[in-house]
């Protein structure tokens, strides 16, 4: 069962309308960390992590953390997490590929097993539902009775240029992959639908790792259609204030950027998001080269910045 479920209303930057209580998650992960982070030792850490498509928090689960919360503006996500986590936890791989990317001519398969041929997503559902709060089997309840027979519906929640590369992502290449991350789903989480600014503000926890992804660029663009980018300096000391106030000595920021490091977007990227280099912090740059199957010759370059804090001096705001 989920360890904790809080709500708080609000928006990411507390007027912004990159994402709301009522935005829809993301069904598959945009991001690749698990890639950057195989030869991390993260046994023992705390976790505060973005919700995001679910996945997230099952794999820092999965890696020995000790304790993970998940935080996400979204309700929806919220749901989405507590789905992922649950199936995850209770269906075998080729059901789990069932309920989630059933009917979709996206999926490559990275073998003939995953593609789960015979299996009913609705039956795939049942069988995780009352591991479910309330809200979320509320939620996803109207969405699988009014579904097509065979297909899923989720892929409400695939965006235009989503596409599954089951090869990318570790659940679905193996079996043995697949277990390890079934293990990590076995262990609690506490889910916050909040925004992550908010959620900081009010948390007496601290945490080794936050994992932001690449939301600040959600609340950067926000404030450039707004026009007010005096209002994201603003925001951006705030808020990693309240980051490095959260944070334990010698633990790590992760913010998720979808560019190589030697490209001009990547210095631009850091130089707008005021990453707290003033504050002492040490950036270390991860590099992630993907090269999706049955996209002939692409490569994708992101890179995961990981920002050490300081080990020795007290947090910003501390006497």
């Known amino acids: 069962m989920v360890g904790a479920w809080r709500f708080w209303e609000g928006t990411m930057t507390g007027g912004g309308t990159s994402f709301h209580g009522d935005s829809d998650p993301y069904l598959v992960p945009t991001e690749h960390p698990w890639r950057a982070l195989a030869d991390r030792d993260l046994t023992g850490k705390r976790v505060l992590t ?36 649950a199936a995850y936890g ?41 591991l479910l709060t309330g809200p979320a089997r509320a939620f996803f309840d109207p969405l699988f009775d009014g579904a097509p027979e065979g297909s899923t519906p989720l892929t409400r929640f695939l965006r235009p240029t989503d596409r599954i590369h089951v090869a990318l992502f570790p ?29 900081l503000e009010e948390t007496a926890a601290s945490f080794h790792l936050i994992y ?13 259609l707004a026009e007010d980018d005096g209002g994201f300096r603003r925001f951006l000391e705030r ?17 998720y950027i979808f560019q190589g490091q030697d490209t001009h ?23 992630v080269t993907i090269r999706p199957p049955g996209l ?15 080990a020795s001096r007290k947090s910003l705001g501390e006497a």
């Open 296 to 310: 002939d010759k692409a490569v994708w370059r992101h890179t995961l910045v990981f920002l050490v804090k300081p």
């Open 239 to 255: 808020f990693w204030t309240r980051v490095d106030r959260a944070l334990e000595p010698a633990g790590a920021v992760g913010v």
């Open 265 to 287: 977007a990547f210095s631009h990227a850091m130089e707008d998001l005021a990453i707290p280099l003033h504050m002492g912090y040490k950036a270390e740059f991860i590099p």
């Open 50 to 85: 973005v919700a995001g498509s679910g996945d997230g928090p099952v794999f820092w689960n999965a890696r020995g953390v000790e304790a993970v919360v998940a935080v996400d503006v979204s309700r929806k996500a919220c749901f989405l997490t507590e789905l992922k986590r």
């Open 171 to 199: 659940p679905l290449t193996s079996q043995a992959a697949y277990r390890a991350w079934a293990a990590g789903a076995a262990r609690p989480v506490s889910i916050v639908c909040a925004p992550v600014e908010r959620f």
């Open 90 to 130: 209770m269906l075998h791989r080729q059901e789990f590929a069932c309920l989630f990317f059933s009917g979709l001519e996206e999926v490559e398969p990275a073998d003939a097993q995953i593609e789960g041929s015979g299996r009913d997503p609705k039956a795939c559902y049942q069988k995780v539902r009352s």
């Open 212 to 224: 932001l992804s690449n939301i600040l660029e959600y609340v950067r663009r926000d404030f450039l």
